[in-house]
């Protein structure tokens, strides 16, 4: 097969990129899911964990879980589940998997749009190598990043076909493609704003003074009002979008207060997160999963040397407006993080890195061309600027893999995050969590006291705190902290899982009447709540209602099978003479135990204390 020289440069080049990418995230292959999110998508997950069927798919485009509306997100986690189960080496190659598509794709793009081969490697490979994106394809959680990317890209791409001959069909496929990446995740959602940066350079089809010559040749040039006219289908998919996003994140209660966070306040955010995403992009040192919002408004003063930061850069590109790449540029960083900015306050971090990585490929736009155009006027030797690139790119990846060693496991990933930020209780709270999970109960403790210092109203350090003095029998400093909980948190599912283990420590302190009334709330807020039925059972068996107690164990064992469950239940068919269906219970216990000598007393101690 022959090749002309640029398609046989463009192939060689894409090789080297999915190379150099591969080889700088193979590890990811070896590490475990965060314990921060990845419960929620995949492993904590029933819908998920259906795998891929109609319930599931039903589910995935009608559940508001998580705050977000992404049902090719839900769909592709149940995909993996079914391949893969929980191992987590087989969902993180497939995130890995995607983020080379996404590489490619770029590179595919750029180089069909503008004709430049060189400056459209460097692009993607920044965006291939750079430590900003490890976020993004190291957490499982972060599938939706990649998904959006895969689709915005495509559409993109789709989007130069449609110019080239304007039909209804091929605007039908740049819609198509736009609706899927919003239903990956919603910060796509700029994408009709991007086409017209898109119709100024590289296609140059708007009708401008100064036309770039590195754009599409052969275009027909129109008024920037028509050419929004013709956005106009995908401008209201974009407005759907957004309505769905908010009524979703409410919905999910992830949307904070306005009075929690007042307009100045975000807008200094706002401010300081874009000087801070372009100081990582240039310097990407003390990344973290996660950049708590500040307790306090920033200091003025940087604020406006964050402001001054962005008109400085505004001025230059303004002064050198006939080299439209920078325009595009910086327009895109500017537009497409919009969403994540902070405007409308969403969890609590100020900034995250994984909300770089649509809106970063605007700056690397800038740097790239800039540079080219520059070489080109100061006849630089012709292998320095190669040389120069590699190095780079070189000095990148080898950022990025130490990068991702701090996602190898969750104890060393907070540990950073709380070495590179401050007031991080988020980050307190899931090294604590884990301690626990490595059976270091006191030294996970103290994370959880050291994030309640930070945020005394923090409900996952009060909700662990309590449950450390429940262990240690200190019940009344349990119960205190179990009600602070309850006056903080509005949580339905939070206050049903506090009154269930309120109820546990009514019961060893003697008090039904308390335990019983605990759990008849926590089933009220919680129907699911298999605890609370099992503790409701033992109510019922304690007053001599067998019947009621049997009713009640079985509704949790239901929910939720465990040994203990089985083995009260078998206790109570036992008192009303259904030996048989007492064998079964104790069987089911036998086989679901890891400990039953242990499970046995812990369910005799139910009934006789």
């Excluded at 039908?172 to 017209?196: C, D, E, I, S, Y």
């Excluded at 006191?442 to 210092?453: L, P, V």
């Excluded at 309590?466 to 309850?486: C, G, H, I, S, V």
Aim: charged share 15%; glycine share 6%; proline share 5%.
């Amino acid at each position: 097969m022959k090749f002309r020289s640029t398609e046989k440069r463009t192939l060689i080049l894409g090789i080297v990129l999915a190379v150099a990418t591969i080889a700088v995230y193979y590890p990811v292959h070896s590490h475990p899911f965060v314990n921060f999110d990845d419960q929620g998508y995949v492993t904590k997950n029933a819908h998920i964990q259906l795998g891929l069927d109609w319930k599931t798919i039903s589910w995935a485009f009608t559940t508001h879980h998580e705050s977000n509306w992404h049902p090719l997100t839900w769909l592709s986690h149940a995909l993996d589940y079914q391949l893969f189960g929980l191992d987590p080496a087989g969902h993180h190659d497939i995130n890995l998997l995607l983020h080379v598509v996404n590489v490619l794709l770029l590179f595919l793009v750029l180089q069909r749009a503008t004709g430049s081969v060189g400056p459209s490697f460097m692009v993607a490979a920044l965006f291939a190598l750079h430590p900003l994106n490890v976020e993004s394809v190291a957490w499982i959680a972060e599938r939706k990043n990649l998904l959006s990317m895969l689709f915005f890209l495509l559409g993109l791409g789709a989007y130069r076909w449609y110019a080239l001959k304007p039909q209804v069909g091929r605007y039908a496929v740049v819609t198509v493609l736009f609706a899927l990446g919003l239903m990956a995740k919603p910060q796509v959602v700029t994408f009709p704003f991007v086409l017209l940066l898109w119709d100024y350079w590289p296609l140059c089809r708007m009708i401008a003074p100064g036309n770039d010559a590195s754009g599409t040749a052969g275009l027909p040039q129109r008024s920037f009002w028509r050419l929004v006219r013709e956005k106009f289908p995908l401008l209201v998919l974009a407005a759907a979008s957004a309505v769905i996003t908010l009524r979703a994140q409410q919905a999910g209660g992830s949307v904070a207060s306005l009075l929690q966070h007042p307009l100045p306040i975000r807008l200094g955010n706002a401010l300081v997160s874009y000087a801070r995403y372009i100081g990582k992009v240039l310097w990407p040192s003390r990344l973290a999963p996660l950049y708590p919002y500040p307790i306090k408004s920033f200091a003025a003063l940087e604020v406006l040397g964050s402001a001054l930061i962005l008109l400085v850069i505004t001025l230059f590109v303004l002064r050198y407006r006939q080299r439209r790449y920078l325009a595009v540029g910086w327009l895109w960083f500017l537009g497409t993080m919009v969403p994540m900015i902070g405007l409308v306050q969403v969890g609590n971090q100020a900034m995250a890195d994984r909300y770089a990585y649509l809106p970063c490929l605007g700056l690397f736009l800038m740097i790239c061309w800039g540079i080219a155009d520059w070489a080109k006027q100061q006849r630089l030797p012709r292998a320095l600027l190669p040389t120069l690139s590699a190095l780079v790119l070189l000095m990148l990846g080898v950022a990025a893999r130490h990068q991702l060693n701090y996602w190898s496991d969750n104890v060393t990933l907070w540990s950073q995050a709380i070495a590179v930020t401050s007031d991080n209780y988020i980050a307190q709270d899931n090294l604590g969590e884990a301690l626990l999970e490595r059976g270091e109960v006191d030294a996970a403790t103290e994370h959880f006291q050291a994030a309640a210092a930070i945020a005394p109203s923090d409900p996952t350090s009060l909700f662990k705190i309590a449950m450390y003095e429940q262990q240690r029998k200190n019940f009344p400093q349990a119960l205190d902290r179990y009600n602070t909980l309850l006056r903080v948190t509005q949580n339905s599912a939070m206050q049903a899982t506090v009154l269930t283990n309120m109820g546990y420590v009514y019961r060893s302190l003697g008090d039904l009447e308390r335990a019983a009334a605990s759990w008849r709330q926590a089933v009220s807020l919680d129907s699911e709540s298999a605890r609370a039925w099992i503790g409701l059972g033992i109510v019922a068996q304690r007053s001599g209602d067998l019947s009621t107690a049997i009713r009640n164990y079985s509704q949790g064992i239901g929910l939720q099978p465990s040994d203990v469950g089985y083995l009260l239940l078998a206790q109570a068919l036992d008192k009303s003479g259904r030996t048989e269906e007492a064998r079964a219970a104790r069987q089911q216990a036998s086989r679901l135990s890891k400990n039953l000598p242990e499970a046995e007393r812990i369910s005799d101690g139910f009934l006789t204390h």
